[in-house]
């Protein structure tokens, strides 16, 4: 097991910004992804971002490129998003993930470990 455990998440106006933390725990390992889905009512769980922990390439959805950004702390074992100009469609439950699998961190299958998640609310 890989404990992930989430921070950040809160209330803001649509235009505003959060940034969520997501610390990792326990085993490290030499190649995989830290990265972001997010839930919305009555909606599937939907890939926002993740980035390879080794190289830190970064992959975003396309609602969200310019607007949010994935970032690490090696020393710390944490990732983080960074998220700016929230719409109140992006009002969710937002998922700190682990994936192993190279080239598959944006599908939700592939998924290895999931955080408890943490919720964003975006008001108009």
């Known amino acids: 097991q890989v404990p992930l455990v989430e921070s950040g998440g809160g209330l803001v106006q649509a235009g505003g910004s959060l940034r969520l933390s997501c610390a990792a725990s326990?085993?490290?390992?030499?190649?995989?992804?830290m990265g972001w889905f997010r839930q919305a009512p009555g909606k599937e769980r939907e890939f926002v971002a993740s980035?390879?922990?080794?190289?830190?390439?970064?992959y975003y959805a396309d609602s969200v490129k310019g607007r949010f950004t994935i970032s690490r702390d090696n020393a710390k074992n944490t990732v983080y998003l960074q998220m700016n100009s929230l719409r109140p469609e992006e009002t969710a439950v937002y998922y700190c993930?682990?994936?192993?699998?190279?080239?598959?961190?944006?599908?939700?299958?592939?998924?290895?470990?999931w955080g408890q998640g943490t919720q964003v609310t975006v008001s108009s």
């Open positions: 980035i390879r922990w080794f190289g830190g390439t970064t």
């Open positions: 326990g085993r490290t390992f030499s190649s995989y992804y």
């Open positions: 993930t682990l994936t192993f699998s190279d080239g598959s961190s944006f599908n939700r299958a592939k998924v290895d470990y």
